[in-house]
């Protein structure tokens, strides 16, 4: 895949993602993880760059949020949904939706949407998400006991190629094997010449070693069980939750025997050593006390001698003293005649001593015997060359269990590792699944209905929110009113102050924005059309200079000319400059915006005089003020069609001709009408 057709991907960053093991697999995932770990990627860039992929796919030309509070909307919608994730890739993973004006990217993520929202978004599963993260390489392994070794200069290049874990030696015959082997506890010989040879020591005649890397280093798969142990039982724990849910639907479908693989992890050690086996752990053991031990079993051997000899009273007679004097004999000959059993039986409780300590089995135990001598000294020492041997022999010994044992569990998780991407992949996306769903479940939404183009009805479909409430209002659900509105082509929306005006702007962009990315929206029923772009306007505070001035009715020259397909929302746009000179402008660019066939609905309380300063016939709706009770405005907050909703000045001098001096708030409410 050429990486810099992809829009915002340029030939530094090509580089970057070319280092990943896989990146056309990443991005075809939209593994906004994965491609962070490309050098000087940051997830945000990943995101972007994940889009961009996205983008190319559906020959989409971006652009849908055309200004900054369309952004601001999107942000706070996805935010919503990043809020109800567990882990940190779903968050990430759902930066890649973005409104799309594509049908065919749309109706993909409403696919996900649809199987998402029927997720049970159970506690016990959101619980097991915590400790999943995507899986990570191994550092290099390093191993040292082994070698292999050839005589051929070319098959030593291919095998420091295939198994860089592990030194190759070259050496000249059976001899240059032999040698090794007292440097190595084991030798794996991988020409097909040495076949036959026997040779002193661990050396192993495997000329097809190459072809199987894993047996010769099952470190090396051992080293990606053992990095990414905790995210894989807390992958199994997921798997498992959603299991108990008992809802078969949602099962994940990851290839991979549970019951395998967390046996497997529980017998791996973090270090990549195999854990739990008794065998291992009796010789692990003895090598690293055996100084020790045979210190105490001297201590022992020495007590009970030091005991014998105080409580024993020797009698020698002249003539034996003198020869003992003139050959030069020295104590231990006077002990080997004197007390030839004591010596014995001390030195056999320290034989004994070392034995059960060290919990020798037999075979050892008949070296461990050699350690001390049967020649009486005082006092008792050990024999440092056969301490040596048996040293010798139980580390051969615990380096050959750990090497089995390696390759058997290597052997057995093989299996599993295929499985284990699939089993956190699956759990990961479940996750985001499951943030939908929940979103989906708080704000109470639907799938929203699309009328696309060349559908009936296209022509006069703009958008049609029934039971919509704002997911930006920061009201609890249940204190926001739900909302009804539906426009197709060019409005104005008047209505009393703090009616809701700005809340059902927010409304219709919210809606518009999470369809056009696949989602659900906040709403029991939502129709609309297929938008090219989503230009809002906020409310700008106070006049604006007149170079700002400037450039905004700059943006409505654009828009009034290339408007079709686009949903023009604006609010206030009077706060710029004087409420006569705003009047005419909105007029201006209602007129151009229906002109084009845009959808637009324009918040203002100047609709009034808008209306009567356009061309043609502007549609206004209100949302209107039901009355005033104890003062305070009741309001209906869906827009009502076709009407001008009263002012809230007007209201209020209603209220007041009620409470007297009549004549004159009457004459000011004609001036009203
Ligand atoms: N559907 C709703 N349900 C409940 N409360 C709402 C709803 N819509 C708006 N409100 C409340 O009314 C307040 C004012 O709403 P909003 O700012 O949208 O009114 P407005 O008509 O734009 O006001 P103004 O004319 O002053 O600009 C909001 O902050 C919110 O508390």
Redesign the pocket.
Known sequence: MDLESIPGVGAKTARALDELDDPEQALENGDVAALARAPGVTVGRAARIARGAIRREHDDPGGFLATDRAREIYRQVLSLCQDRTVTDYAAHRLETLYPSPRRSRIEEVQDFSRRAIERDPHPDVLEAFEGVEPLERPGDVRVRDRCLATTDAERYAEAREAIPEISVEIVEDAQGLAELARGYSTVVAIDESFAGVEVEGDVQVRPDALADPADVVPERPLAFFARNRERLRAAVAVHRAVGRGGDTDSQLNATVDLDALEHGLERLDDDGTVAGDPELDRLTVAVDDLDAVAGVAESVANDRLREAIEERDVTIEGADLLSLVERGAGVDSLLSRELADEFAAAVEAARKHLIDALDLDVGEAELARHVFDDEPTFPVERDENATARLREELTVARDRRAAQLKRDLAADLAAQREGAHDLVRSALELDVELAVARFARDFECTMPEFVWDGDDGDEETGFAIEGG??PV???PLE?????DYAVSGTTLLS??????????L?LVASVVVLAHMGLPVPAKEVRLRRFDDVHYHA?TQGTLDAGAFESTVREFADLATGGEGSLVLV??LESITEPGASAKIIAGILEALAENGATAVF?S?LAGEIREMAAIDVAVDG?EAVGLVDGELEVN?SPVKDHLARSTPELIVEKLAQEGNAAFYDRLLEKFE
Not at 479 to 483: F, L, S, T
Not at 498 to 504: L, R
């Open positions: 409430r704002s209002l920061e009201e204190e926001i009113e739900p909302v209505g009393v102050n703090s009616g809701g005006k700005t809340s059902t927010d409310k609010d206030e918040v309380h949302i907050r």
